[in-house]
């Protein structure tokens, strides 16, 4: 039996990271993709090509945004269009509030002008909750510390009030932190990878925080499980339910090459961390579906040294 949904599929930030693993994985499935970017970060075509659909805008236009919604009348969308590298989001909290919350907004207008209401996979992420050391459970309070993270809960509010109206079935994905192949924003386990390339001391900033690591492809196929399966009005966390600290990634990096690296103290970098834990309760998503976000973080990283070149790849 077909896994495909019923054409065509929208995906808002399909040229970036999670959005290129996301669209790969739909078109597998036999999906009619169209892709909304405005080419921030992401880059279109891929290398490998595509045979999505794209459409070069930004969802801060609500003309254009309205009139993208009105030709591609789609019946399913993942919602990933954003700002969320949390540094560039600190620095230019207007820019993070029009991209996240307006363009959400306008993109949800768009929504109540269609004839059927479409399913609607919304990314939000785990920075909505408060700090707190325990793994958090999708009923953990909301108290977002970073405009970033109440960037993203204005969005699920948002999204409920469309719902309320009968402009959209929503279901909230609240990702922990993506790492893998292809990343476009500058992230630390990122830049532990371009500095192995000069040798073996790495300058970073903070790295006793300790993170829940999502491999990409892991949350791709997360996002598809629950848009198949997840009931409207919902929020799941996607997290694999073990966190690590820097300093625990920058080791199992070490292993895996058989190399000792050190680290120094870079003060550009240092950055202070209300949270020092940010780690998922899985047990929502996993009952939902048991094979979700199993890929282990020496696996995932493997897979990540092998790509970048430093590990031979196995067919």
């Known amino acids: ?4 949904f019923v054409a065509p599929t929208l995906v808002t930030g399909g040229a970036g990271y999670l959005g290129t693993e996301l669209v790969s994985r ?41 009139a993208m919604m009105r030709d591609v009348q789609p019946q399913r969308i993942f919602h990933l269009a954003a700002l969320h590298f949390i540094p560039a989001c600190v620095t ?6 029009a991209i996240n919350v307006i363009g959400t907004q306008h993109l949800l207008d768009g929504c109540g002008e269609l004839g059927t209401p479409p399913a609607l996979v919304f990314t939000s992420t785990a920075d909505v909750y408060a700090p707190q050391l325990e793994p958090h459970h999708e009923s953990s309070p909301a108290a977002p510390d970073n405009v970033y993270g109440l960037s993203k ?3 699920e509010q948002l999204l409920a009030q469309s719902a309320r109206k009968g402009h959209c079935a929503p279901v909230v994905a609240r990702l922990f932190n993506l790492y893998g ?14 500095q192995l390339r000069s040798g073996n001391v790495l300058r970073l900033g903070n790295t006793s925080p300790r993170r829940d690591y999502v491999y990409v492809a892991d949350a791709a196929a997360a996002l ?4 198949r399966a997840a009931p409207a009005g919902t929020k799941w966390n996607v997290g694999t ?7 625990e990634v920058i080791d199992t990096i070490g292993t895996l090459l ?15 961390s209300d949270r020092m834990n940010l780690q998922s309760d899985p047990t929502a998503i996993r009952s939902l579906d048991p094979t979700l976000l199993h890929t282990d973080l020496s696996e995932g990283l493997r897979s990540l040294l092998e790509h970048e070149g430093f590990l031979p790849t196995y067919a």
């Open 153 to 155: 809960y204005v969005g």
């Open 1 to 4: 039996m077909s896994e495909a």
């Open 241 to 247: 339910g073990k966190s690590y600290s820097v300093q």
């Open 181 to 194: 192949p292809g990343e476009t924003n500058p992230h630390v386990i990122p830049e532990i990878v371009s």
């Open 26 to 66: 739909l078109l597998e499935l036999g999906n009619e993709v169209v892709i909304v970017d405005d080419l921030s970060t992401g880059t279109w075509p891929p290398p490998k090509g595509s045979k999505a659909r794209f459409v070069h805008l930004d969802l801060r236009d609500r003309d254009a945004t309205l």
């Open 258 to 272: 058989g190399r000792v690296l050190t680290t120094e103290r870079d003060p550009a970098r240092y950055r202070e």
């Open 92 to 97: 230019d909290p207007s820019r993070t509030l």
């Open 224 to 227: 598809i499980a629950l848009s």
